[in-house]
């Protein structure tokens, strides 16, 4: 899979456990995504879905098995700095903003890792903050901003250094329905403008099914897939299932 070139991430047998092996989180899972696409992980409580997503993110070191993001494998490099700093874009479902810092100033943060001047992280930031409809709260700080408010800022800050893959876990999972659809719309709206890879986590079927691809997890492993285009259960596991999961 990793020859194709669309294919961005590319993640094979990944295997992770915890409390010394009783807890196997990931247990050989494969999963594939393809550049500019827009993937979600669904699935119940427990199943594997965060370790996954962090593993992708390399804030996990897995067991066993390889990721490869690019055709580069990232779980066999030593320094993951860049990669963490350029490589991707993170939003998490508590948006972690730095209480003391304004909307501007969080959105600046993981631009700190590059070499921009002090002047383009401003202007970068609140770049940023228009482009996610808060072009007028740049100074706020996050106990000034509604729970969406936040959250915008979290993807602007996500895109601060232009990553082509953002990873999302649960970002809705604090907001109430309106501002959860907000929050995804303009997730959708950065994945189809910016041309980024996104991939979301959601244990909510409703969020996780604006995706362009759905991939279900089970006990550590992908489990089925669907498309919004067709309902139909593509892989294989799911094929050998008596009952089809949509
Ligand atoms: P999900 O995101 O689908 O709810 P997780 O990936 O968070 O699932 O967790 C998968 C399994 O791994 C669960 O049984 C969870 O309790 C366990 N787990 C996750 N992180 C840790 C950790 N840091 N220490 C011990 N067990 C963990």
């Known amino acids: 899979m990793s020859e194709q070139p669309d294919i961005v991430i590319d993640v094979q047998d990944l295997v992770k456990t915890y409390d010394e092996g009783r807890t196997r989180a990931l247990d050989g899972a494969n999963f594939q995504v393809r550049r500019g696409e827009f993937v979600s992980i669904t699935g119940p409580s427990g199943c594997g879905k965060s370790t996954l997503l962090h593993a992708i993110a390399a804030l996990e070191r897995p067991d066993s098995g390889t990721i490869r993001v690019n055709g580069e494998e990232i779980t066999a490099k030593r320094d993951l700095s860049s990669y963490r700093a350029q490589g991707i874009g993170l939003i998490f479902q508590l948006h972690n903003l ?49 729970g969406g408010e936040r959250q915008r800022v979290a993807i602007a800050r996500a895109l601060a250094n232009d990553p082509p893959i953002i990873l999302a876990d649960e970002p809705t999972g604090s907001l109430d329905s309106k501002a959860s659809q907000q929050a ?63």
Do not use: C, F, W
């Open 184 to 246: 995804l719309d303009l997730l959708r709206d950065v994945q189809r403008g910016q041309a980024v890879t996104l991939v979301l986590v959601s244990h909510d079927s409703r969020i996780a099914a604006a995706a362009d691809r759905t991939v279900y997890m089970l006990d550590g492993k992908i489990d089925a897939e669907s498309t919004d285009r067709s309902p139909e259960v593509e892989t294989d596991a799911a094929a050998s299932r008596s009952s089809p999961v949509v």
């Open 98 to 146: 730095l209480p003391n810092l304004t909307a501007s100033e969080n959105v600046q943060v993981p631009m700190y890792e590059t070499k921009r001047s002090t002047g383009a992280r401003r202007e970068r930031a609140e770049e940023l903050l228009r482009l996610v409809g808060l072009g007028d709260k740049v100074k706020k700080r996050p106990t000034q901003l509604s």
